[in-house]
């Protein structure tokens, strides 16, 4: 059953969320260059983003598995499912950047901006939303799932609408996945550590 206290599931979200950007960024720095100069700003998106997935898990808790730990990859994989849609979408149309540079192509700066709002942003709240009603058969759930789906392509999602239907989309989904596994298997433990703490 789902307590009152959701302090332990914000904060084990925080938690696996910058786990999930330091492995991110590990990857990045060997497999693709260094990035660490977006680490302060990543690690903002990471907090926030996570705190919105522990808040949709704790409120999603009496409909997701008995054991916490298939609980908290199925509630990554219902995610990761939000953001196929603004993947797919992005698929379809011309690139937003120059894969040779990996730099935004002249003149797509507008296309860039819808992009992130209409594909990405307003397709993952649809989906999300539809899973936590789905799920829960209430409005509270619902939204908190639109919003989790949001902040996750915010966070781990982000680069969906540059590298959809380029040469680069394999090793964008496998940096979050890597990303999401370790964040999903995290949050198990920092959720039993935290809930220790609160008790």
Same mark, same amino acid.
């Not at 603004?86 to 379809?92: M, Y």
């Not at 370790?182 to 920092?190: G, H, T, V, W, Y």
């Given at each position: 059953m789902e307590t009152a206290n959701n302090t332990p599931a914000?904060?084990?979200?925080v938690a696996a969320g910058e786990i999930g950007l330091l492995v991110f960024l590990t990857i990045h720095h060997f497999t693709i260059r260094p990035i660490w100069f977006i680490l302060l700003p990543g690690a903002a998106i990471a907090a926030v983003s996570g705190a919105a997935v522990g808040w949709a =898990?704790?409120?999603?808790?009496?409909?997701? &598995?008995?054991?916490?730990?298939l609980a908290?990859?199925? !509630?990554a994989g219902l995610l990761t499912l939000t953001q196929v849609p603004? =993947? !797919?979408? #992005?698929?379809?149309?011309? &690139? !937003?950047i120059d894969m040779t540079t990996a730099t935004l192509l002249p003149g797509k700066g507008q296309a860039a901006f819808m992009a992130f709002f209409l594909e990405l942003f307003l397709t993952a709240a649809l989906v999300g939303g539809l899973? #936590?009603?789905?799920? +829960?058969?209430?409005a509270r759930s619902a939204g908190v799932m639109?919003? +989790? /789906?949001?902040? =996750? +392509?915010l966070g781990?999602?982000?680069n969906i609408p540059f590298f959809a239907g380029t040469s680069g989309a394999g090793k964008m989904w496998m940096l979050m996945g890597a990303f999401i596994t370790?964040?999903?298997? /995290? =949050?198990?433990?920092?959720l039993t550590l935290f809930t220790r703490l609160d008790n």
């Open positions: 914000l904060l084990a979200g =898990f704790h409120i999603l808790r009496p409909t997701l &598995p008995q054991n916490i730990w908290s990859l199925m !509630l603004g =993947f !797919l979408l #992005g698929a379809v149309r011309e &690139p !937003l899973i #936590g009603w789905g799920l +829960a058969r209430e639109a919003l +989790a /789906a949001v902040l =996750f +392509a781990p999602g982000h370790a964040a999903a298997l /995290a =949050f198990p433990a920092a």
